[in-house]
C-alpha cells in the first residue's frame, strides 16, 4: 500500500528544521532482531535531503539512511564491491555514487572510476 510519509525534527533544541518526506513502499523486521527496515521512495529533490538529514536522524532517533537498489542495481553493486573494497585498502577513499558508481579520492581531487565495459 502506497502512502506519503513525513518526518520532522528541530535539532539543537528547535533552531533548525530537518524535514524528509517520501512515499511509503513496504517495511519488514530485521530477522531476530527488533529493528524494521523501511523502503520509502523519494524524488531526487526528496533523495538529497534524506542524505543531508541522514547523520542527524541516526544520532537523535537512531534512523539509518541508505540507498534501496533494483534488483540488477544491487547485483551490479556487489559485483564492484571488490573493487571498491581494493581502493579502500590503497587508501583512497572510496564512496558510491548514484547506488553503483565508484568514486575515489586522488591527489587531482574525486575520479570516477572507470569500468571496462563490454571487455573495452
Known sequence: MWGQCSYSLAPGGGKAQVEVSGRYVRCWQGKGRSDWNVVVEVTPSQREAFFRAAAFLRQQVGVV????????????????????????????????????????????????????????
Do not use: M
Open 65 to 120: 539512511v541508505g540507498p534501496c537498489l533494483t534488483a540488477l542495481g544491487c547485483a551490479l553493486r556487489k559485483e564492484r564491491q571488490t573493487v571498491f573494497n581494493s581502493l579502500l585498502q590503497q587508501g583512497l577513499k572510496p564512496r558510491w555514487r548514484k547506488g553503483v558508481e565508484i568514486e575515489f579520492f586522488s591527489a587531482g581531487g574525486w575520479i570516477q572510476h572507470d569500468f571496462e565495459y563490454f571487455g573495452g
